[in-house]
């Protein structure tokens, strides 16, 4: 039995790594694949044979010849699976259905109400069923990235304020509801997979993203490998105090970081510059100050209104301030902003970066990239499919 279970796991390893080197190489042929991996070339064909007759894998012509018989290109047919991510760090609920390229098929989403973590729970619910509809090829699993403290390994939010969930088993719930695998992750820390998998930093050993949004918290890879943290906290900088005084964090506590950085910040202290101010362009986009979103702000201060362009240049200001301590921490040296508040571009960049390289080391300050990321709002999303892709078929 012992000799038949290495024999299955040797089976599979070999599987995993023809099909991830195929993944990685967009197209190439067997023989190449068995000079990348050391297989013999038996095993390579028989391998390739296997994934080709599960849909996985296609030919796809002919590659340049050196001398003899042209050789055979493999390829991984993107849409032959389809993953489901699923984001629950904003004011709506938002998900998609991915192929195994990243590329979204089809998106939905519910906005938040109010109401208790039932509440919250039925709408992830509601959100997967409506998702479900749109699946045309076989689903490889459920993909989750939710605010607070998570337990990747259990599928457990320790805590999440904003949903009002405490040791919620949302893994055990899904894969009971769904007969799927799932996988949960923090936010950020599923953003930071996003990054390494499908951003501009792709496969950088070591990046940081700093995520601000609702919330404010870092996703860290380290060795190309996701930084938890022993608690499973690794990142949560939005709830260290940088005020003084401050106001009341949703942690319990005062002055926050993200309590002068977070979207809700900044739309609190536009309708406050509103209703202060009658000549602010925010009376251009928003009807009343209580209409007032993020989406109102940066219309107003791309318009160039010069209140809520130091309220950003605040944020810049903190937000430094976190840069500082990450890198003199980790040093990293690629940071990127993501979140919905990185929408205010380069204007925010120019106050981190002023105030990274006042209170970081000097020569690791100016060895750090500061940069946004150029996934958008998908980016959450696009991190717990790559969390499939990563359990399911190891090819991350």
């Not at 760090?89 to 259905?97: D, I, K, L, T, Y």
């Not at 089809?106 to 959100?127: D, I, S």
């Not at 959450?380 to 499939?388: D, K, N, P, S």
Request: proline letters at 4%; hydrophobic letters at 40%.
């Amino acid at each position: 039995m012992l000799q038949k279970a290495t024999h299955e796991q040797t089976k599979i390893h070999n599987k995993n790594l023809v099909l991830k080197i195929i993944y990685d190489h967009h197209e190439v042929s067997r023989a190449d694949i068995a000079r990348i991996t050391y297989l013999t070339p038996p095993t390579v064909s028989t391998t390739v044979a296997e994934l080709i007759e599960e849909g996985l894998v296609e030919e796809t012509g002919y590659g340049p010849s050196a001398g003899g018989k042209p050789p055979t290109l493999l390829r991984v047919v993107d849409d032959s699976r389809h993953l489901i991510g699923i984001d629950l760090a904003n004011s709506e609920f938002r998900g998609a259905v991915i192929n195994l390229r990243g590329q979204m098929i089809h998106q939905a989403n519910v906005p938040v109400t109010p109401g208790n973590g039932q509440t919250a729970l039925e709408l992830v619910y509601q959100l997967i069923d409506r998702l479900m509809t749109a699946i045309s090829r076989p689903l490889l699993g459920i993909g989750v990235g939710t605010p607070g403290l998570v337990d990747a390994q259990r599928g457990v939010v320790r805590k999440a304020v904003n949903l009002d969930w405490q040791d919620l088993s949302l893994r055990g719930l899904l894969e009971t509801r769904y007969n799927l695998p799932v996988f949960v992750a923090n936010d950020s820390h599923v953003a930071a997979v996003a990054e390494y998998v499908f951003g501009q930093e792709r496969k950088t050993p070591n990046l940081i993203i700093l995520k601000v949004g609702r919330g404010v918290s870092a996703g860290i890879v380290l060795n190309g490998r996701l930084h938890y943290g022993d608690g499973s906290g690794a990142g949560e900088i939005g709830h260290v105090r940088v005020v003084e005084q401050g106001a009341l964090c949703s942690c319990g506590h005062y002055g926050c970081l993200e309590t002068v950085t977070s979207s809700r910040f900044i739309v609190e202290r536009a309708k406050a510059i509103a209703q202060e101010n009658p000549h602010s362009l925010l009376h251009q986009f928003a009807p009343t100050p209580e209409a007032i979103t993020t989406d109102v702000v940066i219309q107003a201060f791309e318009a160039g209104d010069e209140e809520v362009r130091q309220v950003i240049a605040e944020v810049g200001h903190y937000l430094g301030i976190a840069v500082a301590n990450l890198i003199g921490t980790l040093n990293i040296q690629s940071i990127l902003i993501g979140g919905r508040v990185a929408r205010f571009g380069e204007p925010l960049l120019e106050p981190i970066r002023q105030e990274m390289k006042q209170r970081a080391m000097g020569m690791l300050a100016d060895e750090t990239q500061v940069s946004l990321s150029r996934l958008g709002q998908e980016i959450v999303i696009l991190g717990a499919a790559a969390l499939i892709l990563t359990h399911e078929l190891s090819l991350i």
